[in-house]
Nanobody, 124 residues
Framework: QVQLVESGGGLVQAGGSLRLSCAASGRTFSGSAMGWFRQAPGKEREFVAAINWSGGTTYYADSVKGRFTISRDRAKNTVDLQMNSMKPEDTAVYYC?????????????????WGQGTQVTVSS
C-alpha cells in the first residue's frame, strides 16, 4: 500500500519558520516528481512547490518564492518543505503529492498519490 505521510505542521508566529517532511512508503518515488500543495478553508487546493525526480529542478508559486525551499532525499524516499518568513496567509492544510512523471507540474490533477495533510497555522 502506497502511503505519503506528512509531518512538521503546527502553530508559528508571523515571521517564523517551519519545516514540513513527507515520508513515502509502499514504493519508491526516486523516479517521480514530488510536490507540496495547500488548501485554506473555503478555498481550492493550490500549488506551493515541486521538485523533479533528480532534485535538479524546483518550481515555486509566486506567493512563496524566496521564502520556501523544497528538497528531497531520493535514498530515503522523503521530500521536505522549509518555510521561512511565514505570513498569516500561509495558513492552510499542506499536502505532499507524488507524480508518476519525471518533471514538475503545478496542477493537482497531474499528481497520482497524496498524503492526508498537515495543518499549518501562522498567527499575526
Amino acid at each position: 500500500q502506497v502511503q505519503l505521510v506528512e509531518s512538521g505542521g503546527g502553530l508559528v508566529q508571523a515571521g517564523g519558520s517551519l519545516r514540513l517532511s513527507c515520508a513515502a512508503s509502499g514504493r519508491t518515488f526516486s523516479g517521480s516528481a514530488m510536490g507540496w500543495f495547500r488548501q485554506a478553508p473555503g478555498k481550492e487546493r493550490e500549488f506551493v512547490a515541486a521538485i523533479n525526480w533528480s532534485g535538479g529542478t524546483t518550481y515555486y508559486a509566486d506567493s512563496v518564492k524566496g521564502r520556501f525551499t523544497i528538497s528531497r532525499d531520493r535514498a530515503k524516499n522523503t521530500v521536505d518543505l522549509q518555510m521561512n518568513s511565514m505570513k498569516p496567509e500561509d495558513t492552510a492544510v499542506y499536502y505532499c503529492a507524488a507524480r508518476l512523471n519525471l518533471d514538475v507540474h503545478s496542477a493537482p490533477r497531474e499528481y497520482d498519490y497524496w498524503g492526508q495533510g498537515t495543518q499549518v497555522t501562522v498567527s499575526s
